[in-house]
């Protein structure tokens, strides 16, 4: 036992020591705004650059862990799907479990559900019903937090089921849309990256 949490400790002694610092200018940098898509008038924010470069993707992970490391998080809940790229080592870094949040239908097993309202019409979000136990603290990320309403939603599926909420985590919020306004008011949240425009 002894033996092994000493392998992992220089392990990741290792790691965070084995690539260069970067900025968290560079990570801003990186996220690439694409004009109209997917529809006209919005401005994409697209981190996939960050995954092409390992430097940028461990600094990206080690960022969004870095404001929950005290905060006693056994899962991350990521948001189906970019929430998975980010999220998945998010909860490796953070040593916790990992819950896939997908949209309705795409979970094989009993679930719970949670509908909200889009700008025209509905949307729902799911969570196997085993996902959460009592006990558990849970990190809820998405890579962007537009509206908020997703991630809100989110946030109430887990209470259904439960869970205490250790905070929410974005590798991106738009300022512009005020989503943090719709997020409980007391909750932590740590975003890296911040856009105004
Ligand atoms: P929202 O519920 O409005 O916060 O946004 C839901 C999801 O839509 C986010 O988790 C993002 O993955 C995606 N999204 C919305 N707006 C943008 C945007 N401008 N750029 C990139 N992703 C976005």
Known sequence: MHFHL????????????SFPEVSVQALHDAV??????PQPGIAFKDVTPILLDPVLFRQAVEALAEPFRDAGVTK???IEA???L?????AEELDAGFIPIRKQGKLPWRTYRMEYDLEYGAD???MH????????????HGDVIATGGTAAATAKLIR????????????????YLSGRERLESDAAIGPVLRFDA
Do not use: H, W
């Open 129 to 140: 019903m085993d996902a959460v136990v009592q006990g558990d603290r849970i990190l809820i």
């Open 32 to 37: 690439r705004t694409v004009p109209d898509f």
């Open 160 to 175: 259904k089921a439960g869970g205490e909420l250790a905070g929410f985590s974005f590798l991106v919020e738009l300022d």
């Open 86 to 90: 980010f999220g998945l080592p998010l």
């Open 6 to 17: 000493g392998i992992q400790f220089v392990f990741r002694f290792f790691r965070m020591n």
């Open 124 to 126: 729902c979000v799911e």
């Open 76 to 78: 991350v809940a990521g």
């Open 82 to 84: 970019r929430g998975f």
